[in-house]
């Protein structure tokens, strides 16, 4: 298997931008309020979600380090 993923190096990140522009068509035509509903709006709810469970977690041992 290392033979392989040695082989395929290289040819990772051009095979990702075709793949994904591929797809470019189908999304570019849409309604900007659905692809901000869709991409935008949907990462930043989890990243906040994100962010507030980690400061939870993470709070008290900085109040505890600080005094």
């Not at 930043?44 to 507030?52: D, K, P, Q």
């Amino acid at each position: 298997m290392h033979a392989a993923v040695a082989f395929a190096r290289p040819f990772r990140m051009p095979d990702f931008f075709l793949i994904s522009g591929l797809f470019l068509a189908r999304v570019i035509d849409r309604d900007w309020r659905d692809y901000l509903d869709k991409k935008v709006i949907h990462f930043a709810y989890f990243y906040v979600l994100w962010v507030t469970i980690q400061f939870g977690f993470k709070a008290p041992m900085f109040a505890a380090e600080i005094g």
